[in-house]
Structure formats: structure tokens, C-alpha cells
């Protein structure tokens, strides 16, 4: 069964960083790529990243291209989201997900290759 959690969310002013973790279970991480979305109060739930099985390729919405970087670690069954820049429009809880493909190549671009979001952790960015 897989299980995601999130955490590494905080309150930060607008320019400031912040590093989310998103730690994996129940499955073969390394076969699967992984993605983060997040989503807005009364907003539906948007891309933000992936990263396939391998690490080799990623894939960013165009508002956080150059701001925010995906990595994972294989060893330690764990992806990250390294957010720079931040800004204000950033505010929303942001979630993790594995693809529901073994193996693929390419980074999808759309929440809908994923499988379950875990619950997330807020983001919340001052102006």
C-alpha cells in the first residue's frame, strides 16, 4: 500500500526558501517517478513537479521554472522540493504522489498520472 508524508512547510516571506520532504512507503520507489502538487483554498489541485524513476529527467509548471527544483533519493525512498524565490501566489498545501506507471521514461505534467496524494504540507508566503 503506498503511504506518502509530507512535511517542511512553514510561513516565509515573500523572496525567502523552503525545502520539502515527502518520505515513501509500501512500494518500489525507485520503479516509479514521483510528483508534487499543490492546491489553493477553493482552487483545484495544480502540477508543480516530477521527477522520473530515475532521476534523469524533470518536469515544472511554467510559474515555478528557475524557482523550484524536484530531487529524490533512492537510497532513502524520499523526494524533495527545493523552493526558492517564493512568492506570494505559492501559498497552498503542497502534496506528493508516485505515477501509477512502473518505470516511465518521460515526466508527466498533469496530476493525473499520479495515484493518491498524501495530505500534504501548507506553504504559506507573506508579501
Known amino acids: 500500500q503506498v503511504h506518502v508524508v509530507e512535511s517542511g512547510g512553514g510561513l516565509v516571506q515573500a523572496g525567502g526558501s523552503l525545502r520539502l520532504s515527502c518520505a515513501a512507503s509500501g512500494f518500489t520507489f525507485s520503479n516509479y517517478a514521483m510528483g508534487w502538487s499543490r492546491q489553493a483554498p477553493g482552487k483545484e489541485r495544480e502540477f508543480v513537479a516530477s521527477i522520473t524513476w530515475s532521476g534523469e529527467a524533470t518536469n515544472y509548471r511554467d510559474s515555478v521554472k528557475g524557482r523550484f527544483t524536484i530531487l529524490r533519493d533512492n537510497a532513502k525512498n524520499m523526494v524533495y522540493l527545493q523552493m526558492n524565490n517564493l512568492k506570494p501566489e505559492d501559498t497552498a498545501v503542497y502534496s506528493c504522489?508516485?505515477?501509477?506507471?512502473?518505470?516511465?521514461?518521460?515526466?508527466?505534467?498533469?496530476?493525473?498520472?499520479?495515484?493518491?496524494w498524501g495530505q500534504g504540507t501548507q506553504v504559506t508566503v507573506s508579501s
Open positions: 504522489a508516485a505515477d501509477t506507471v512502473l518505470g516511465r521514461n518521460w515526466p508527466v505534467g498533469d496530476v493525473a498520472y499520479f495515484g493518491s
